[in-house]
């Protein structure tokens, strides 16, 4: 019996990474600061990751404009804005 799409969607959302490991991820290669490639930073992270869950949660990283994948590796480019962070310091909360 062939998959349906519909199958094959619910099959995909229920192998979804957690919000942790996506965290854990963007903070490694937030704080190495450097081109890494996609075997350092499997060794870099602090807990192992699946390889399909690490290329899913690098597919939202660059979809977000947080990283940049290239044929070397993979480099964090999100840079915060501290204007942004100061207003909401400063905002009053509602």
Do not use: C
């Not at 490991?21 to 602090?46: F, I, Q, Y």
């Not at 290329?55 to 979809?63: A, G, K, P, S, V």
């Not at 290239?70 to 009053?92: M, Q, S």
Request: proline share 3%.
């Amino acid at each position: 019996m062939p998959k349906t799409i519909q199958t094959t969607e619910r099959e995909r959302l229920a192998h979804s990474p957690t919000l942790n490991t996506v965290m854990m991820v963007e903070e490694t290669l937030k704080n190495s600061g450097e081109l890494l490639t996609l075997a350092e930073l499997k060794r870099r992270l602090p807990k192992q990751v699946m390889h399909q869950t690490l290329l899913q949660i690098l597919d939202y990283l660059q979809l977000s404009g947080k990283i940049v994948i290239g044929t070397k590796g993979v480099l964090w480019v999100f840079a915060e804005r501290k204007e942004l962070n100061e207003l909401i310091k400063r905002g009053t909360e509602i």
